[in-house]
Nanobody, 116 residues
Framework: QVQLVESGGGLVQAGGSLRLSCVASGSIRSTYFMGWYRQAPGKERELVAVAHISGSTNYADSVKGRFTITRDSAKLTVALQMNSLKPEDTAVYYC??????????WGQGTQVTVSS
């Protein structure tokens, strides 16, 4: 059974930082892409950042320069360092592992709330 367990969410003031972590376990068919998505109330889930097994990364324009994604393929972990947080970053953040971005396995989500 595959499990993705996220941690690190919480409440922070605007301008602050949080670090999200995700640990994957089980028989995962593909870990080509490991990434983070978020879903704010009333909005669709959107990509935040993704890291390919080659080391290449991709970020949403709204978080470029503020967020950094890192992965450890051997340990099946992926982290998201979030700096200079803004109220519009408030959302439930989901870890994802799969053959393509947004496919495969999902974590249960962790709430990030940024107060103004």
């Amino acid at each position: 059974q595959v499990q993705l367990v996220e941690s690190g969410g919480g409440l922070v003031q605007a301008g602050g930082s949080l670090r999200l972590s995700c640990v994957a376990s089980g028989s995962i068919r593909s870990t080509y892409f490991m990434g983070w998505y978020r879903q704010a109330p009333g909005k669709e889930r959107e990509l935040v950042a993704v890291a390919h097994i080659s080391g290449s990364t991709n970020y949403a324009d709204s978080v470029k320069g503020r967020f950094t994604i890192t992965r450890d393929s051997a340990k099946l972990t992926v982290a998201l360092q979030m700096n200079s947080l803004k109220p519009e970053d408030t959302a439930v953040y989901y870890c994802n592992v799969g053959t393509l971005p947004g496919t495969g396995y999902w974590g249960q989500g962790t709430q990030v709330t940024v107060s103004s």
